[in-house]
């Protein structure tokens, strides 16, 4: 994924600009560019240090901040989201980080690279050639603070999933279940054991990045989640000075890969004490103005009553978390953006309500939330003798909502729009309609009709699948049918009815 | 169950009020007493003629309104709630039916006989003596316009279920399912086939007025409807005059019936264009000023945004229809009255939402409900070759749901006080908890944890029991716990715990 330029002298860059793309290195689209520099060591380069670079075509002119990554070196990173040539030219405070420009080609992504996820038609995504983007995630908060070896284990995990999306925290997580010591940690430590928040240690980033990568090459989206309050290396207790500073080398880190979603918090409202309100709109704010690729923002509650003001302008979608997953079209209607219920509660066993559903419920609350037009987020939490459980360490999953959440998805893709629910009638507040272009999908959860009426418009014919949700059957009925006609159910909860304009 | 008195002189009834109870007859107490008097039965006796009667015991004076029965009879009818010697003087705008006086004695109830239902505790019922009533109810609206074999088999039904309340409607009903003509007609008729407003036909008041006494002999409250709008005889589209008469007639004729309470409406909303808001509580004043026995009064709802302010003085209770059963503690906190959530869907198989949701799914709803501190109601609606569905016409039950409700309403039988919701920790939005007394009773629904933290005071010892409350059964776990406890489970859903204080 990385194409990583060498450090270039001046005579090389005028070289480069001249008779580029012979000795730039090309870039695809949606890919990684980095520039390497060297500069000052001393001091605090973290700190004392500031650089960026001006990415240029035709034009477009797009600012980016560089980061120091230890040893002497910086980097600056961009994500060129069009193909040809780019130029750029640093501006530093020092010399050596001033004025070098270079150029590199932007050639065609490579297959399965789609580029950055962005929201499309209000309520859904797409990538930015127009392909839609389903999320169907999945939870691993702490995954990437576990070890090569569980890490490798939960990568392949993901590859053999449906799921193309996962919550994770950049941060070590301290929480029932997560008592052992990360791997890496994002900053410098003195002597005595406590931290240095204004220095970053680059292990733990390129790490991570090397992670980020990993899941982008598989498709899956990392809805990256910047502070949480579940913590016992004070990350949490950081002032809004060190706050800021963190943000702003994530942004300069990590804004280059095309799969980070940033996701403020988990659970804001547990950190309101040390982090108002305020503060987190202008951590929005920051990300508004100086992520260079502006990837999706959100932010996630942890009190149902606590959910943050989506209808913000800097918010790009809703991240929320609620039990009630009935309520999907309100927050739909309330905040007319995008809506993830990205924890719905979990498949497990665990003593925590919100870490014990039915794997067939955990179905349920997805069907509804879909076909209520919005999206749900899996996370698994089943008893484990060593306490690994895969929503905080993932490794392996060991339930039964998985495949039904794959099968979902394949129906969910078979077309490119989103499902828009189903608002005018009472009949849709009992059980789940949907529609798009020419199909509807009916999900009757816990009702059980031998047969229901398929309220379609009276000229067309139409095709109907029933649709079994837990057993995954999708059985295509005999003929066609004008309405009004009933479809005939097997008279067994769980059951899903699609209605198709016949050709 | 009905105490007859024969037509009295003014001479005898001289005797007896100086010499009862010698030729007075007893009434037993909360039984019916029942004096005839013979009057004119030219012109429209149901709107010409007009009589009542003071029930008299020591300083308490109690109105009753007579009524006419047909064939120059006119009665009235008493249930005295205190033991001993009561008399009454009648009075009419007929010299036949004024002034005419007489006694009776008030005997001990029978066995099974607990009076009236009355409002306890706020949020709960008792029986006059004290003894609880803990609400478990079915639903036949139209049970009693069935004919004399299928009433039989519905009563044999209530007999051997564990039902303890059932709504039905005085008037007939018209609707999917229900188009057969009843027996009786609560009018007469005129030639042409129009219906008489101000004309009752006694032979249904009659037939109504048996099927409540055998209600009363099996312990089973009659809750009911006054007016609904699923009718194609006109009955909802009379006139507020009508409508009055017909209250004042069903109150002097009913409300002796000490298992009587008075549902205005099924779905009053449905006929708010006929029957403005305004009308409806003038109908609640009319029980409020004229029920001699002030019998529990409420109303029901249709639409889920219409259910009636519950708060207003003269509604006993709330009784209202919703699918989503998790809001009862919010209906609790708004109308501080007991909650009847008496539509929450029906076990059944039909085309209507309403009347499809899986037995499992309304045992759950019930545990939701009773544990929120409420009380919900039963309905079947299996499709059935003749269109003999138990939520309207009665019958026989085929569902599963009746034996679980049965279980349920034994385990809140244990002990006399209500269950109040816990409502003070994030913990019982998601999973469900009551208490009363020295028991704590958890109800986990979907969630299907291997143990759960009690969360008991610290000091006492405890037992616990826990519950299958699809299977049914009851296992006490060995010894004695002490806070804080961990309660073993299975780790599979609809699974309940109930904590004792040890002795």
Redesign the interface.
Known sequence: MFRIESILTPAVLLISSLAAPTFAADVERWGIFEAEFLGPSGGNPFVEVEMSAVFTRGDRQIRTRGFYDGGGVYRVRFMPDELGEWSYTTEGNRPELNGKSGSFNCTPPSEGNHGPVRVRDTYHFAYPGGEPFFPFGTTAYAWTHQGDELEAQTLATLKASGFNKIRMCVFPKDYSYNKNEPVFHPFERRGDGSWIFDRFDPAFWRHLEERLSQLAAMGIEADLILWHPYDRWRHSHMDPESDTRYLRYAIARLAAHRNVWWSLANEYDFMLKRKPMELWDRFFQILQEEDPHQHLRSIHNG??DDIYDHTREWVTHVSLQH??V?RIKEWRNRYRKPVLNDEC?YEG???H??G???A??LVHRFWVTVTGGGYATHGETY?HPQDILWWSKGSVLHGESGPRIAFLRKIVEERSEGYAPMENS??W???SGASRGGERLLY?G????????AGVPKEGRYTVDVIDTWNMTIERLPGTFTAPF?IPLP???YMAARILEAK
């Open positions: 009190n149902i039990y009630d009935q509660e066993n665990i003593p309500p919100w014990n559903i039915s067939r419920e008893d009472w009949v507040t009992r059980v009757f816990p009702h059980q009709p031998l047969d229901f009426i009933h008279g067994k909860p």
